[in-house]
């Protein structure tokens, strides 16, 4: 009788299952190919990133180069953020929204992103549902499962202005709802909530004992009078479950400097912060300098980038909706233009049939060399995203090059 084998171990992956589940961000790996392709010669147009075009402003700067010779910033700091800091946040808050926090309610971050997924492992457990309207960010799915959360899309297309309804919330609420994800003005449409829309969506998630985590990022990107509604503001009896997320990036050309924060409730802002403590310990004291100077400061700066803004706005929604076949909204607040090419899908261009809006993009980088970002990173197939943060001599050369090659399509 032959020896008996023992059993073989499971079978073990190399990536966890939790890591592997999560997709690139679908701009980020737009705007680097599109670098490696500008690198390597070609004269590319991307429209992928969603960054100024804008330097930071002097004044922050010579502040990030002060810091550089101070020995108190060589060493550890709060993990939460440097006291003045959440200081000049709780200030600036009640400045630019009207929202009234204690600096200790404040964390800051390491960018906007490290906001998003710390808040949703705050308050999402394995199974929590996140109410979150399409088109999205699409950072904000992929934070919602890392955290174990189910995100549950509710979709508002170019006839909604992009914007969802309270009834279609309540139609997709169910037991395990815990969360609604809530982005005005928005990226990647361009969309701006009334205050009136802010307040029924606040009253409707108030009334159901829901969080609301709010992102204003882009609350001073708005346009044709247009207001940024700060949720806790317009619901103050929401505001003991409510988050909202902001940061210097959008505001200050500060993407590169990497500083974040979330406005909460002390239990939240205690939790995120003793998982910040393991995570990244305090963000750079120079980044977090720079951001008192900018917050302490004027809005000068952002004032010569919205009028700019506003120019390549119009310019660039004119030139897509010009081309037959285009549909493209006027946007309200930030620096996105969100055009639907569902009448494209199933057309000819260039011998190939357009199959989804991430084969038109496809073929816009390969047969135009200009880099958009198609809808299915956003949620649904059938429309592009375009940022129109770029210089107006690129706006005009790339959306002229996708003018040109789509008028082609038979």
Known sequence: MGAVSAPSAPARTRVSARVAGIAESATLAVDAKAKALKAAGRPVVGFGAGEPDFPTPPAVVEAAVAACTDPANHRYTPAGGLPALREAIAAKTLRDSGYEVAPSQVLVTNGGKQAVYETFAALLDPGDELLLPAPYWTTYPEAARLAGGVPVEVFAGLEQGYKVTVEQLEAARTPR???????????????????????????????????????????????????????????????????????????????????????????????????????????????????????????????????????????????????????????????????????????????SEITSSAHLAELILTEAEVAVVPGEAFGPSGFLRLSYALADADLEEGAGRIQRLLAEVV
């Open 177 to 351: 709802t815990k969360v609604l994800l809530f982005n005005s003005p928005s990226n990647p449409t361009g969309a701006v909530y009334s205050p009136e829309e802010v307040r029924a969506i606040g009253r409707w998630a108030d009334e159901h004992g829901l969080w609301v985590v709010t992102d204003e990022i882009y609350e001073h990107l708005v346009y044709d009078g247009a207001r940024a509604a700060s949720m806790p503001v317009e619901v103050p009896e929401l505001a003991e479950r409510c988050v909202v997320l902001n940061g210097v990036a959008k505001t200050y050309a500060m993407t590169g400097w990497r500083v974040g924060w979330l406005i909460g409730p002390a239990d939240v802002v205690k939790g995120v912060g003793n998982l910040q403590s393991h995570l990244t310990s305090n963000v750079a004291n120079v980044s977090q300098r720079a951001a008192i100077a900018a917050l302490s400061g004027d809005l000068d700066a952002v004032a010569t980038m919205r009028t700019a803004f506003d120019r390549r706005r119009r310019r660039i929604t004119e030139m897509l909706s010009a081309i037959d076949g285009v549909e493209c909204p006027l946007p309200e607040g930030a620096f996105y233009a969100y055009p639907s090419v569902e009448a494209l899908i199933g057309r000819t261009l260039r011998g």
